[in-house]
């Protein structure tokens, strides 16, 4: 990839995965909106409503991060062909992971380089890792399908458990608030913003290896688009 086709896709890739984002951000406001509307009238007869409404929200959510994941890779040279049309979350998390390791969001905190005027460090802060991801979107399938008949008559669906649901939609947005993308075989890591509530637009900057590199804990050096 030249330089010129790394530049278009980068402008191109932030258009994508932010809007991505945005849908994201607005279904993690909406958990927060419903939850809000059960803990107000808790003994509501609809209330069953709102718990599967969040239950899908979350599974969406996570399907939205999977897809803005596939994006960022289809859009850099990753050879994602066979995962294109993907849309079960641990598949792309799964086969995106044996292309690129470094590849999942890892949340951040942006801190302004008061030296340097435009430049930002990134301090590690803690995240919500693949494993515990792909296993709140297993945990909310139990509650997006009807299960099978001798559930039904036995009473053996589990409950809704809405404090449990208020906790993945934090954990979420603990995560994506501010969080990192590695992209090493371009030399490219995306650090993105999430919008707030009921305004503005998730926004990214690009950081660019202006050489080889080497990632903590990986014995690979990778070359930037350049070298």
Same mark, same amino acid.
């Given at each position: 990839?030249? /330089?010129?086709?790394?530049?278009?896709?980068?402008?191109?890739?932030?258009?994508?995965?932010?809007?991505?984002?945005?849908?994201?951000?607005?279904?993690?406001?909406?958990?927060?909106?419903?939850? +809000?509307?059960?803990?107000?009238?808790?003994?509501? *007869?609809?209330?069953?409503?709102?718990?599967?409404?969040?239950?899908?929200?979350?599974?969406?959510?996570?399907?939205?991060?999977?897809?803005?994941?596939?994006? +960022?890779?289809?859009?850099?040279?990753?050879?994602?062909?066979?995962?294109?049309? +993907?849309?079960?979350?641990?598949?792309?998390?799964?086969?995106?992971?044996?292309?690129?390791?470094?590849?999942?969001?890892?949340?951040?905190?942006?801190?302004?380089?008061?030296?340097? #005027?435009?430049?930002?460090?990134? +301090?590690?802060?803690? /995240?919500?890792?693949?494993?515990?991801?792909?296993?709140?979107?297993?945990?909310?399938?139990?509650?997006?399908?009807?299960?099978?008949?001798?559930?039904?008559?036995?009473?053996?669906? *589990? *409950?809704?458990?809405? *404090?449990?649901?208020?906790?993945?939609?934090?954990?979420?947005?603990?995560?994506?608030?501010?969080?990192?993308?590695?992209?090493?075989?371009?030399?490219?890591?995306?650090?993105?913003?999430?919008?707030? #509530?009921?305004?503005?637009?998730?926004?990214?900057?690009?950081?660019?290896?202006?050489? #080889?590199?080497?990632?903590?804990?990986?014995?690979?050096?990778?070359?930037?688009?350049?070298?």
């Amino acid at each position: 990839m030249t /330089t010129d086709q790394l530049e278009l896709n980068v402008q191109r890739l932030g258009e994508i995965y932010c809007g991505i984002m945005d849908h994201v951000s607005d279904r993690l406001n909406s958990i927060t909106e419903a939850l +809000a509307e059960v803990e107000a009238n808790p003994d509501h *007869p609809n209330n069953w409503r709102n718990a599967e409404f969040c239950y899908l929200q979350i599974r969406k959510c996570v399907e939205y991060v999977a897809l803005a994941l596939l994006a +960022a890779h289809r859009a850099n040279d990753y050879e994602c062909e066979t995962i294109e049309n +993907a849309y079960k979350a641990d598949v792309i998390f799964s086969d995106l992971g044996k292309l690129n390791p470094h590849g999942f969001p890892l949340a951040i905190q942006i801190e302004l380089n008061n030296e340097a #005027p435009g430049h930002h460090h990134v +301090a590690p802060s803690p /995240t919500l890792s693949k494993r515990r991801m792909k296993r709140i979107y297993d945990d909310c399938a139990v509650h997006l399908h009807s299960g099978r008949l001798t559930d039904i008559i036995n009473q053996t669906i *589990p *409950p809704y458990d809405l *404090p449990r649901v208020a906790t993945w939609r934090n954990e979420l947005a603990s995560m994506l608030s501010q969080h990192q993308v590695m992209l090493p075989h371009v030399g490219l890591v995306m650090v993105v913003t999430l919008k707030g #509530p009921g305004f503005g637009n998730s926004s990214v900057i690009f950081g660019q290896a202006e050489g #080889p590199f080497q990632i903590e804990g990986d014995a690979a050096v990778y070359n930037d688009v350049d070298c």
